[in-house]
Structures are given as C-alpha cells and as structure tokens.
C-alpha cells in the first residue's frame, strides 16, 4: 500500500510532463501498452498465462473502459490545462461518487455522516475548482469537468467490482483489461490526435516509469489491496496520494499552493473520512454511553436498577 501511494503520486508531476511533449490520448494508449507488457511477461513467468474466464469479460471490459481507457483519457486532457497537483486531488475524489452509487446499484445504506461527508467532499471540489470561476477561465473549467467525469467513471468500476465475484485472480486480469484499455485508447488517438507522435527524450523517461510502475503495479496493486483490505481503510490510505502529489509537484514542477488548494484538500480528506466510515459507525458511541449508563461505569451517581 505504501509503495503504491509513492508510485502514484510521482506519477502525476510526471505524466504532466509527458502529455506536453505527446498528445495526451496517445500517451495514455502507450502507457497501457507498456503496462501490458510488463504484466503478460510476469504472468507468463509465473505459469499463470490463461485467457479470461467468460466469467470475468463483463469485469474486464468495465475496468478497461472506465477505470483505465476513460480515466486516462479525461485526466490526461485536463494536465494539459492544470497543474498535477490540484488535478490530482479532483481525480482522487472518487469514495465521495461511490457512496451514492454504491447506495443506488447495491442498496447500501448511507448514514448521517456519510451524507454529511459527501457535503464536504463537494464543497472540496468547488474550493478547488474555484480558480475556474474567473473571467476567461473556461478552458479550465473544462478541465475539471474532465476531472470529475473521470472521478466518477473509477466510481462506477469500483462499484461493479464490489458486485462482481472473481474466477480469476486480479493479477491474471490484469493484463488483458491493460491490452483492452491500449486497444480502446489506440482507436481513439486515431481518430481524435492522427498519426502516432514521434517520442522524445521526455516522453520515453516518462513512459518507462508510469507504464511500468504506475500502471502495471499500481493497479493490480489496488485491487488486490481492496480485496484483502477493508474499504475504509483502502479509500483512506490512497487519500495521502493526492497531498503527497502536491507536494511533489510543488517541489519537482513549482506548482503553487494557495488557500483554495489547501481548503479543498482539507475539505475532500474530511469528506473522504466519512463517507468511507463503516455502516453503523456513527451509533456506536452512543451505544458505548448507553453500555456504561447500564453497568454503572459511566462516572454517575444514579442507581441503576
């Protein structure tokens, strides 16, 4: 979990390099072909090479077009307009459009402070976003748009994930939603960006760290990690990425940090933490007072009957 954290947040600064030197869907569709590589090669080393499971081709035709293809697309567009590090923060906002979801497609319950975190989490995003509302400002405006349409795609695949019951394991997937997500993007490039872009210095040192690293690893990383980790905890843990790729980006690319940054990502954690709180965490204090009234170890001095 911890590597993941570092592997993604140093993506960011670092794709923003890589989308201003090739176009950002070209980009995307090459980052996914790498990544593939890198997971059909250490599939097969492993012995575990095999073709899905017709089981598993609705999961992997969703997580190549929402989690990956449309993720990569939406974000990639918007570096060319933002900073990293505020764009990070917006892309990582997706538990807040889970709970809903999850509350529609799943029938999940949403407490009182899941309601009240979802609250938080949207004022985050308008603090963040609020650069946007100036005069002139449209182009990004549209890049948060993106932002959050690629939040919300990750939403949806997360949500399917959760309802979906795996034949395969999540390494052996893997690769072929990378080669799916690589083939949705080629077509894409192609029609959208044209011919495919000569590679410089910049790109190929950019592509060999986020094909690879935070791509290859980082997603299989996640969903093995979200199935062995509670959500709450998992949605907690990646929350550090986005502050940890300000801070990276403000070091390595001089991206300022001014109040409506700071605000928003305070905003967006706190609304994270409790929308992500576990159902029934919010009774149990009162259940524990209720406990110690009824043992007599609360401190009163009312007889208990």
Known sequence: MVLLVLAWAISWPLVKVGVTSVPPIWYGCLRYAAAAACLFALVAWRGELAFPPRADWALVAVSATLQMAAYSALTGLALTMLPPGRASVLAFSTPIWVVPLAAWRLRERISRLGKLGMLLGLLGVAAIASPSLAPGADRQMLAYLMLMG????????????????????????????????????????????????????????????????????????????????????????????????????????????????????????????????????????????????????????????
Not at 250 to 270: F, H, K, R, Y
């Open 150 to 305: 690629a939040a919300a795609a990750w939403a949806i695949s997360i949500v399917f994930v959760r309802s979906h019951r795996f034949t395969a394991t999540a390494l052996a997937l893997a690769p072929w939603q990378m080669l799916a997500a690589s083939g949705l993007l080629l077509a894409l490039a192609v029609l959208g960006e044209g011919a495919p872009p000569a590679l410089g210095p910049h790109a190929i040192a950019t592509l060999a760290y986020v094909g690879p690293v935070a791509t290859a690893f980082a997603y299989w990383a996640v969903v093995e990690a979200g199935r062995h980790l509670p959500a709450s905890t998992l949605s907690m843990a990646l929350l550090a990425t986005p502050s940890l790729g300000i801070l990276v980006s403000a070091l390595a690319l001089g991206e300022p940090v001014g109040l409506s940054l700071v605000a928003g990502v305070l905003l967006t954690a706190a609304g994270i933490r409790l929308a992500t709180l576990p159902a029934g965490a919010s009774a149990r204090p009162r259940l524990l007072r209720r406990r110690l009234r009824e043992t007599g170890t609360d401190g009163s001095t009312k007889p208990v009957e």
